[in-house]
């Protein structure tokens, strides 16, 4: 039978010829959307800001033409009140890592809003602290990293095996401060509390226990705190109330307390915060600086540690020792000052010649040291004692450096059986702040880089190795400054103890 169905050409014509005969397809037209205006052209962006908390960092915009209304955001959500191409923020802890932009709108109505900027709450000032073989470091962001010898759970990382390489304390809060002693480790948190580890044969850790321990736990009833320093096995704390408080090792009087009996939990002396411009512990002894240029002492002169003469061999209580003194350090059994006259001085044992004052000779009192390693002309900002070598920083950022350099920890380049009794220049270095252990010596650059050199064993400078290191080396991965977001790095920063100024990063 013959198809009556209809080609396919011809279907799809006459299909087309019934949709025009029934309007299915209109030759109307639906008008365009408006276009929206412009928004301003952003000549400067918000940049990322960083601020210690009590701060105030600036956001800033600036857009091509005039008559443009702002808003600015946090998070993505309207700030009140914040209607001008600037935008002023106190800094403080809620708003860490919260994002600011701002929305411009030109008199036309056209709209531009801002790339996010961050803001970063900074805590500490960086800083690189050496103990007598391990060392301590903490960031701006508070953040606490560990390395070296870890037989005494100094470290705080759970165990007590070395760390090679800088490893992250666990804390429960941001740092503003850390400090090294023997076989112990402190932080001060942000919120005033204290936090010891290590060992507590002596009762370092301030417990009112004898246990070591090898993770960090807080010293039972001491908050407020806004210093802390330590020595060999005891520490010294300053409250926010300016009250001052040691524990620990008190074998030759060193807390100041008219007895020799160890204290296992804190007790007062009888000084007050503001009226200290610096304090340093040593060995067996501690030294009080007041904001009078007055320096104090207690605990062991055996070595002449306390400027006094051979005579006096230990006090059991603060005694007034010199005057005209700007800044005290004290490490194992010597002691160190810079003179308000700008001159270093030093007292205490010799051996090696790390008083610079060219002998080899035990001093029983204070002697003028030589800094002459460092480049003319140049202004001494600290002397910083090691156990038998001294670094000299000058306020350019030049080091120097005396004593013992068996190992290397002069950073001079070569390892020798010298001892240096005036001070040597090392070549090429550039530091914000230097720090002395037993063998080593580490110091902060103004990228807030660290580098090591001198004794090496069980990972000291933290570079990895075991392998002593007789010139500055840089510790790998290991920056002290903000993250990476293009927020400004900060460097040191003048801080209070109690109402008396000093700068955290030199002790």
């Known amino acids: 039978m013959k198809s009556t169905a209809l080609p396919r050409a011809m279907l799809a014509a006459s299909t087309l010829v019934f949709l025009f005969a029934c309007g299915g397809s209109s030759s109307s037209t639906t008008a365009a959307p408006p276009i929206a205006p412009t928004g301003p052209l952003l000549t400067t962006a918000p940049t990322a800001q960083a601020g210690y908390i009590g701060d105030r960092v600036t956001y800033r915009v600036v857009a091509q033409g005039s008559g443009h209304a702002y808003q600015w955001l946090r998070n993505g959500s309207v700030l009140s009140g914040a209607t001008t191409d600037s935008y002023v923020l106190p800094v403080q802890a809620a708003d860490d890592q919260a994002r600011y932009s701002v929305r411009v709108t030109a008199s036309t109505g056209g709209i531009t809003t801002s790339p996010e900027a961050l803001l970063d709450v900074l805590y500490a000032d960086p800083a690189v602290v050496a103990g007598h073989d391990h060392t301590l470091a903490i960031t701006t962001k508070g953040k606490v990293y560990a390395w070296g010898v870890g037989g005494n759970g100094q470290l705080g990382l759970g165990d007590y095996q070395a760390r090679m390489v800088p490893t992250a304390v666990t804390l429960p809060g941001p740092a503003v401060q850390v400090a090294a002693g023997w076989g112990h480790s402190l932080a001060l948190l942000a919120d005033g509390r204290v936090f010891a580890w290590g060992n507590n044969l002596n009762g370092q850790l301030g417990d009112g226990t004898t246990t070591m321990r090898n993770t960090p736990a807080a010293v039972p009833g001491l908050t407020g705190a806004t210093f802390i320093t330590c020595g060999y096995n005891?520490?010294?704390?300053?409250?926010?109330?300016?009250?001052?408080w040691m524990w620990g090792y008190n074998s030759h009087g060193q807390l100041a307390q008219g007895d020799k009996v160890n204290r296992l939990s804190p007790v007062s002396i009888p000084a007050a915060a503001n009226q200290i411009a610096d304090v340093a512990l040593g060995e067996l002894h501690t030294l009080i600086l007041l904001t009078t240029n007055e320096l104090y002492g207690c605990g062991d002169n055996g070595y002449g540690q306390l400027g006094l003469p051979t005579s006096s061999g230990e006090h059991l209580t603060l005694t007034g020792l010199?005057?005209?003194?700007?800044?005290?350090?004290?490490?194992?059994?010597?002691?160190?000052?810079?003179?308000?006259?700008?001159?270093?001085?030093?007292?205490?044992?010799?051996?090696?010649?790390?008083?610079?004052?060219?002998?080899?000779?035990?001093?029983?009192?204070?002697?003028?040291?030589?800094?002459?390693?460092?480049?003319?002309?140049?202004?001494?900002?600290?002397?910083?004692?090691g156990q038998y070598h001294t670094l000299f920083l000058g306020t350019q950022g030049s080091v120097a450096s005396v004593g013992y350099n068996w190992y290397g920890q002069l950073g001079l380049g070569t390892a020798t059986t010298t001892s240096y009794t005036s001070s040597q220049g090392i070549t090429g270095l550039n530091a914000l702040l230097v720090s002395a252990g037993s063998q080593s010596s580490y110091a902060?650059?103004?990228?807030?880089?660290?580098?090591?050199?001198?004794?090496?064993?069980?990972?000291?400078?933290?570079?990895?190795?075991?392998?002593?290191?007789p010139a500055p080396t840089t510790v790998p991965g290991l920056f002290l400054g903000p993250i990476s977001t293009g927020v400004p790095v900060a460097g040191p920063r003048v801080q209070a103890v109690g109402l008396a100024q000093r700068q955290t990063p030199l002790f």
Not at 327 to 344: E, H, I, N
Not at 376 to 384: E, I, M, S
Not at 462 to 469: E, I, K, N, V
């Open 322 to 385: 010199v005057g005209g003194v700007k800044a005290v350090r004290a490490f194992s059994l010597y002691s160190v000052s810079l003179g308000t006259d700008g001159v270093p001085y030093g007292t205490g044992e010799n051996v090696y010649g790390p008083l610079g004052d060219g002998s080899t000779t035990t001093r029983y009192a204070w002697v003028p040291m030589d800094s002459g390693g460092l480049p003319a002309g140049t202004t001494l900002k600290d002397v910083v004692p």
């Open 234 to 244: 005891h520490n010294l704390v300053a409250k926010a109330d300016q009250s001052i």
């Open 444 to 469: 902060l650059l103004p990228d807030l880089t660290v580098k090591a050199w001198g004794y090496n064993s069980n990972g000291r400078l933290g570079d990895g190795t075991a392998t002593d290191r």
